[in-house]
């Protein structure tokens, strides 16, 4: 996967096209790099899913020339975000894309100024410009837009959406993200990638091992170093803790979007006791400075172990007992059943991953579809269903935690005997590729190219949030308003991981 | 509706005092700098730190604690065991009008008018969610923070603190600016988490971070940590409200 088909970029939809061949194969990713001060060139990457393969579209576009590429989002619904951010951040432009308004920079940001461009100088300070940042509605008689946030009434993260209302039904949902935006990728550039892994690491509090994996991965990757044995499982061990408080969590939080008390506390309540444990293991309890490049930091005993064991021992009752409080609860399925539907089409169209495919009818799972680390030797089931609403997420949540309880189990067992942490060797300038994991929300990818002396030349981290987050505009149109909160929990979008 | 109440009564209370959970062994705390220690001057932990928290002075190491993520790499990389990572999460101090100390005016009318029961805002200017999601576990029945007389409230026109997460970004500025406005005063604010407190020393410097939450608002209240665990942050609500 390191070879890349490499085009000009005039090419590039012809040669998407094909390889997407009408949905068979999915866009798993695309982004831009500035690599003009190696080959004059910049180069767009799209990263495709070909039954059991990944293949990679390199598409190059000289600094002399036109900066435009011919848009493949017309046919392929799930680039319209990774173009319209390559158009923001490179100033290269897709032609033929449907909806060119900016996406991460706001009306605060001038024109004209790329700042994933190598010649862009983070030290220059950058004026705040004065436009208006374009939200699409509907117009007509009787609609009326409903706008609301960045700052939220619970405590969430910041985002601006607009509704377009007909009555007391969404007719249309648009959004204005990117609040959170901290311009991490290019903080990094040049830092040592040891060091960037740090920041890496806190993209995202409730994925903080998903990135921390897929980063990690990605530089063992294109070192060509195995980790010892003994980290792999440890670092599958932190990552179904992850997903376990995450989804314990997010079900619980589901009864806030309906305010259903009992359910939010129940929820809590387990989810406290589950970070407690974390912080038993890795000392931190968002399970911070475990992971590091080449392995991780921590060992575990048998007191640890079986510290793990006892807390999942009086966790599946106690969570068991809180999910009939669903099962049989008519006001509660009322609620969550056939709300914010989104068909399997629509998934597969957007490229949506993780409990939001799932849900959906679309069987994908990366830790099952491209094993990395010690997943291979593991068993589990994913946990598919096809009503592709809330409910439907809701179950694949509440099976996917006694999937991943299992998995902890499995991985305290299996413990092998060894190391912990392999030596990152000096890797060759230049040279890249991709890192990946499933976390909570679905498949995280990221790319790296390492430059000089073992620094990051530009890593670009795509979270599961990111695919998933136009699904929720196919979802709430249809809904009232006041079902809107569940929906939105029902995917529960890091937005921290989106906006970086 | 049974279940309901079965699982209610089974559950029982689960609260705590705040102070009573003791963090295990492993939990990363301050750092400290020991009392004996012969530091050499090699600066080998200002070199590994990954947020530059950690400076030299008159020949020993001195750690920014507002930017301190606790990674404890600065210990592990000392040769001669001047460093020491501890538990200690009580590390807020005050700022603003909370922090002279010949008890003023303002200060002690803050206390009187907010002491008792305050109301908070969540304010989200650049977080990676951390600090968030610990700012929400105030509200499990853990912690239970209603129980000292402190609420969260959906509006800034009803609080009495801010409690403010992340660097300030470009594109959070004017929300930032906006609810600071909107906030009725005499008002509070909390830089909760070392990117509140410390600006882009945790990302580094970029062009969407603009700085810390004080180089915007005054603060009055700095809780580090990241993120700072729900008992550092009720901490900062005692000290601040005097009901230590
Ligand atoms: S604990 Fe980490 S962040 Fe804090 S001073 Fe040491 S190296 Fe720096
Ligand atoms: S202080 Fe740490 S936990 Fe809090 S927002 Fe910053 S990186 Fe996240």
Redesign the interface.
């Known amino acids: 996967m390191k070879d890349y088909k490499t085009i000009p970029a005039a090419e590039l939809r012809e040669t998407a096209y094909q390889l997407y061949a009408d949905g068979q194969n999915g866009l798993m990713s695309m982004f831009a790099n500035d690599e003009r001060q190696l080959n004059g060139n910049y180069a767009i990457y799209c990263l495709f899913s070909v039954g059991k393969s990944m293949q990679v579209i390199k598409a190059v576009l000289k600094d002399k020339g036109k900066l435009e590429f011919p848009s493949i989002t017309p046919k392929i619904s799930g680039a319209a975000w990774y173009e319209r951010e390559i158009y923001d951040m490179f100033g290269l432009k897709p032609v033929g894309h449907p909806d060119l308004r900016p996406l991460a920079l706001?009306e605060?940001?001038p024109q004209g100024i790329f700042?994933l461009r190598k010649d862009?100088n983070?030290?220059t300070p950058?004026p705040?410009a004065k436009k208006e940042f374009p939200m699409a509605g509907v117009e007509g008689e009787g609609v009326f837009t409903v706008p609301v946030g960045?700052?939220h009434?619970?405590?969430?993260?910041?985002g601006h959406f607009r509704f377009s209302q007909a009555g007391e039904d969404i007719i249309r949902l648009d959004a204005k993200l990117?609040?959170?935006?901290?311009?991490?990728e290019?903080?990094?550039e040049g830092?040592p990638i040891e060091?960037a892994f740090?920041?890496v690491e806190?993209?995202?509090?409730?994925c903080?091992i998903a990135h921390s994996l897929s980063y990690c991965q990605a530089i063992e990757n294109i070192a060509g170093v195995t980790i010892p044995l003994r980290a792999q499982y440890l670092r599958a061990l932190v990552g179904e803790m992850e997903r376990l408080y995450n989804h314990v969590g997010d079900i619980g939080n589901l009864c806030a979007g309906m305010g259903f008390a009992?359910g939010i506390?129940?929820g809590?309540?387990l989810?406290?006791d589950i970070?407690?444990v974390n912080?038993?293991?890795?000392?931190?309890?968002?399970l911070?400075?475990m992971v590091v490049p080449g392995g991780v930091r921590?060992d575990i005993n048998e007191q640890l172990s079986s510290e793990i064991r006892s807390m999942l021992d009086k966790l599946m009752p106690d969570f068991d007992?809180?999910i009939?409080?669903f099962r049989?609860?008519d006001a509660f399925l009322n609620r969550v059943e056939t709300t914010g539907i989104v068909p399997r089409q629509a998934a597969l169209d957007l490229g949506v991953v993780g409990i939001g495919a799932r849900a959906s009818g679309v069987d994908v799972d990366i830790r099952r579809d491209f094993p990395y680390g010690c997943y291979s030797a593991l068993q589990f089931d994913v946990p598919v269903y096809t009503e592709g609403d809330v409910a439907a997420r809701l179950w694949v949540r509440v099976d996917e935690v006694a999937q991943t309880v299992k998995l902890i189990r499995q991985i305290l067992e299996k413990m092998p005997q060894g190391s912990l942490k392999a030596a990152i060797p000096a890797i060759k300038p230049y040279s890249s590729g991709f890192g990946w994991c499933e976390s909570p929300q679905g498949n995280n990818l990221h790319w790296l190219m390492v430059g000089e002396n073992n620094t990051v030349y530009r890593l670009y981290a795509r979270s599961a949030a990111y695919p998933n987050w136009p699904a929720l505009t196919v979802a709430a149109p249809g809904n009232i308003i006041p079902d809107f909160p569940l929906i939105n929990k029902s995917y529960e979008l890091?937005?921290?991981c989106v906006d970086r | 509706m049974l279940k309901v109440w079965k699982k209610v009564l089974a559950t029982g209370n689960v609260t705590e005092p705040w102070e009573k959970s003791v963090p295990p062994e492993r939990s990363r705390g301050e750092v400290v700098v020991e009392q004996h220690a012969a530091c050499k001057g090699c600066k080998l932990c200002v070199d590994v730190c990954p947020t530059k928290a950690i400076k030299l002075y008159e020949g020993s190491p001195v750690i920014n604690q507002k930017a301190c993520v606790f990674c404890g790499l600065c210990v592990e990389s000392c040769q001669d065991g001047c460093l020491k990572q501890t538990s200690n999460y009580k590390l807020a101090t005050l700022g603003g009008s909370l922090a002279d100390n010949t008890g003023s005016e303002l200060k002690n009318k803050i206390r009187r008018v907010l002491g008792r029961s305050l109301h908070i805002r969540h304010l989200d200017i650049g977080s990676c969610n951390g600090c968030d999601f610990e700012m929400n576990h105030l509200c499990n029945p853990v912690y239970d923070i209603q129980q000292y007389g402190i609420d969260f409230v959906a509006s800034p026109r009803h609080a009495d603190l801010l409690m403010v997460t992340g660097p300030v970004t470009r594109n959070s500025t004017q929300a930032l600016m906006m609810t600071y406005e909107a906030t009725p005063t005499p008002k509070l604010v909390m830089a909760l988490g070392a990117c509140a407190c410390s600006g882009d020393q945790i990302f580094g410097e970029s062009y969407a971070i603009r700085g810390a939450v004080d180089a915007f608002v005054p603060v009055d209240i700095y809780v580090p940590g990241c993120p700072p665990r729900p008992q550092a942050i009720i901490h900062g609500l005692m000290l601040a409200l005097d009901r230590m």
């Open positions: 706001h605060n940001w700042p862009f983070s030290q950058v705040t960045p700052i009434a619970g405590i969430i993260e910041p990117f609040f959170l935006h901290r311009g991490i290019k903080a990094i830092v060091r740090y920041q806190r993209i995202s509090g409730i903080t009992v506390m129940a809590a309540r989810k406290e970070m407690r912080e038993a293991l890795t000392g931190h309890r968002f911070r400075g921590l007992e809180m009939e409080l049989g609860n890091s937005y921290a």
